[in-house]
T-cell receptor, first 114, second 116 residues
Framework: NAGVTQTPKFQVLKTGQSMTLQCAQDMNHEYMSWYRQDPGMGLRLIHYSVGAGITDQGEVPNGYNVSRSTTEDFPLRLLSAAPSQTSVYFC?????????????FGPGTRLTVT | AQKVTQAQTEISVVEKEDVTLDCVYETRDTTYYLFWYKQPPSGELVFLIR??????QNEISGRYSWNFQKSTSSFNFTITASQVVDSAVYFC?????????????FGTGTRLQVFP
C-alpha cells in the first residue's frame, strides 16, 4: 500500500490564482480530511468527508472547496489564493468500521502564496 | 467545546535526560480518544499512541510512556533517556463527539530539542 499520497510537495502561487491539491489513499478508508498547519497554531481542520459524495466543513473552511467523487480521492481546491493561505497542508484518512480512529497522514504540501 | 492545550512551546534537554511533555484536554463527551503524534524535521506526522477514555492504564513502549489521568484531564508523554533522534515537534490531539465525524482537535505542539 502506498498509504496517503499528496501532490504536489511544493507549490508557489500568486495572489488570485486557483489550484487543486491532490490527495489519494489506497486503504479503502471511508473518512478523509484536510488540515492546514501554521506556526504556533497546530493543525486545523479545513474540510472532511465521511464517504464518497459526502463532505462537510471543519474549523477553517473559507477559501477552500472539496469534493469526494470516489473513495480514493479527496482534492482540495483553492478558489482564489491569498497570502493568508500560505501554509503546509496535510491530507489524512482513517477507517470507519473499527475503533482505532488512527488517522494516517500524507507527507504534506507546502504552499506559498505571494 | 473541545480543546487541547500544550502549554510547553519548546523544551531543550541534553541527551539521556528524561523529559515530560504535558497535554491537557477539554471535552464534555464521556467517550473520546486521545492521541500523540511526532513531527520530525522532515515534516511528516508519525502516529505514536491512541488512548480511549475508558482505559486509564498507563502505557510504556520502549523509552516512551504515557500517563492518562481523567481526574486532571491530562495525557502526558514521557521520554526516558532522551536521544538526539527524539528531536521533533510533538502534538497531542483529541477526538470526541458523534461517531460519524472526523474532527480531530490538535494542540499547538511542543518542540523538543535534544542536544548531544
Amino acid at each position: 500500500n502506498a498509504g496517503v499520497t499528496q501532490t504536489p510537495k511544493f507549490q508557489v502561487l500568486k495572489t488570485g490564482q486557483s489550484m487543486t491539491l491532490q490527495c489519494a489513499q489506497d486503504m479503502n478508508h471511508e473518512y478523509m480530511s484536510w488540515y492546514r498547519q501554521d506556526p504556533g497554531m497546530g493543525l486545523r481542520l479545513i474540510h472532511y468527508s465521511v464517504g464518497a459524495g459526502i463532505t462537510d466543513q471543519g474549523e477553517v473552511p473559507n477559501g477552500y472547496n472539496v469534493s469526494r467523487s470516489t473513495t480514493e480521492d479527496f482534492p482540495l481546491r483553492l478558489l482564489s489564493a491569498a497570502p493568508s493561505q500560505t501554509s503546509v497542508y496535510f491530507c489524512a484518512s482513517r477507517e470507519d468500521h473499527t475503533n482505532t480512529y488512527e488517522q494516517y497522514f500524507g507527507p504534506g504540501t507546502r504552499l506559498t502564496v505571494t | 467545546a473541545q480543546k487541547v492545550t500544550q502549554a510547553q512551546t519548546e523544551i531543550s534537554v541534553v541527551e539521556k535526560e528524561d523529559v515530560t511533555l504535558d497535554c491537557v484536554y477539554e471535552t464534555r463527551d464521556t467517550t473520546y480518544y486521545l492521541f500523540w503524534y511526532k513531527q520530525p524535521p522532515s515534516g511528516e506526522l508519525v502516529f505514536l499512541i491512541r488512548r480511549n477514555s475508558f482505559d486509564e492504564q498507563n502505557e510504556i513502549s520502549g523509552r516512551y510512556s504515557w500517563n492518562f489521568q481523567k481526574s486532571t484531564s491530562s495525557f502526558n508523554f514521557t521520554i526516558t533517556a532522551s536521544q538526539v533522534v527524539d528531536s521533533a515537534v510533538y502534538f497531542c490531539a483529541l477526538l470526541s463527539g458523534p461517531y460519524n465525524t472526523d474532527k480531530l482537535i490538535f494542540g499547538t505542539g511542543t518542540r523538543l530539542q535534544v542536544f548531544p
